[in-house]
């Protein structure tokens, strides 16, 4: 049964930073390329940061310099290391696998930046 479980999201002042977590399971990790999608209130869902099979990564321009992708394959988990942030920055994120034609997502974790 594959599972995509994010955490780490929440409550943070604007200039705080959060770590979020996507714990996979059910797929092999490491053949896919992973990806964190936010969507706003009243927005479509948008790409926020993806990093593939080999480490490579690419950011929206909103986030570049700020937010960081990270995968470790020995533990099947994609974080995304979010700094500076922005009541802009206020959404649901959404952890996503695509591989061999396969999307897979996760339930996603509210991100909420407010003094």
């Known amino acids: 049964q594959v599972q995509l479980v994010e955490s780490g999201g929440g409550l943070v002042q604007p200039g705080g930073s959060l770590r979020l977590s996507c714990a996979a399971s059910?797929?092999?990790?490491?053949?896919?390329?992973m990806s964190w999608y936010r969507q706003a209130p009243g927005k479509e869902r948008e790409l926020v940061a993806s990093?593939?099979?080999?480490?490579?990564?690419n950011y929206a321009d909103s986030v570049k310099g700020r937010f960081t992708i990270s995968r470790d394959n020995a533990k099947n988990t994609v974080y995304l290391q979010m700094n500076s942030l922005k009541p802009e920055d206020t959404a649901v994120y959404y952890c996503?696998?695509?591989?061999?034609?396969?999307?897979?997502w996760g339930q996603g974790t509210q991100v909420t930046v407010s003094s």
């Open positions: 996503k696998a695509w591989g061999r034609g396969i999307i897979y």
């Open positions: 990093t593939g099979t080999s480490g490579t990564t």
């Open positions: 059910g797929f092999t990790f490491r053949t896919y390329v």
